[in-house]
């Protein structure tokens, strides 16, 4: 797998990670209702783009404004 960014992730999540509004280079960047791109990609199911962003140094700590992280996410999803 090609690395397109400086945390080594792939073209497909850069895609993934810019089609939602987010920078591959700030793996921590909040977006909407202070979700960040782990917390997304775990509410939407993308596993790859989860795995990646973990691998990556993503926190899976960091909460949004409802103090939910990445963890609840996952949880409530499945």
Known sequence: MKQHSQQGLSAT?????ITNNYN???LNQL??????ALMKATREGNY???QELIGAG??????NNDSNNA????????
Do not use: R
């Open 31 to 36: 977006g909407e209702n202070g979700d960040t």
């Open 71 to 78: 963890l609840w996410f996952a949880f409530i999803m499945n």
């Open 48 to 50: 790859s783009v989860v």
């Open 13 to 17: 999540t850069c895609e993934w990670l």
């Open 58 to 63: 993503a926190d899976i700590n960091s909460t």
């Open 24 to 26: 591959p280079e700030k």
